[in-house]
């Protein structure tokens, strides 16, 4: 089964406010993490990664946090905008594997 | 740049008949490439990888095989499809060795 998942399914904010979405995994040989971002009827899109090596990273408006300590993964989305509006997923590289396992994901609603 | 196409966008096949999903990239050399499935509201579950002409990996057992003919280029195929077969079908490709993997916009295939 999939060892990566989500704490909440469905997140909604006020356009401009900041989000906060989680992920937990359970393999602690896990050394890479992605965020995708899906819109309806696409194709995830690559938002930003993070090795296991480092416990923050930062993109434009996004930030990924790394906790190994507690297996959890965190995106920040900053000052939101109606555009941001998707199901967004985590989703964990194992060792030198070339397999992405995917959690569930998480539906995130801007409102206006 | 890397461009990655899949077609046709969407597809309604009856029970029994044969399939085949075409994915090409284009701007890079070498790919690793995927085939995924997506259910409705769910992660993504890998079908198949390939490394290499030739070169596939099986994820799990199913009414699928795929095939890589030349490099960049992906096939997904069944013999007779079954209702079991529904669902988003997506195509990602991968530098060789590395991450992240880069995603098609997908083929929604609906059995009759």
């Known amino acids: 089964g999939e060892s990566v998942g989500l704490h909440l399914p469905t997140l909604s904010v006020q356009e401009g406010d900041n989000s906060i979405i989680n992920c937990a995994y359970s393999?602690?040989?896990?050394?890479?993490f992605i965020w995708y971002k899906q819109e309806s009827g696409k194709g995830p899109q690559f938002i930003i990664d993070?090795?296991?090596?480092?416990d923050k990273r930062q993109g434009q408006r996004v930030t990924v946090l790394l906790n190994k300590t507690v297996k959890h993964l965190s995106l920040q989305i900053a000052a939101t905008q109606p555009g941001d509006s998707a199901v967004y997923f985590c989703a964990e590289i194992i060792g030198g594997a070339q397999k992405l396992v995917f959690g569930q994901g998480t539906r995130l609603t801007i409102n206006p | 740049s890397q461009t990655i196409h899949q077609w046709p966008a969407t597809l309604v096949q009856p029970v029994g008949s044969p399939l085949s999903l075409e994915c090409t990239v284009e701007g890079t050399s070498n790919p690793n490439l995927y085939w995924y499935r997506q259910a409705a509201g769910r992660g993504l579950q890998l079908l198949f990888y390939s490394v290499g002409i030739g070169q596939i990996s099986s994820e799990v057992p199913q009414n699928l095989s795929a095939s890589r003919p030349q490099d960049r280029q992906f096939i997904l195929s069944s013999k007779k499809l079954l209702l079991s077969d529904s669902g988003f079908y997506l195509c990602?490709?991968?530098?060789?060795?590395?991450?992240?993997?880069?995603f098609g916009d997908g083929t929604r295939l609906s059995i009759l």
């Open positions: 993070i090795r296991s090596n480092m």
């Open positions: 393999n602690s040989a896990s050394d890479y």
């Open positions: 990602a490709w991968s530098a060789r060795g590395a991450q992240p993997q880069h």
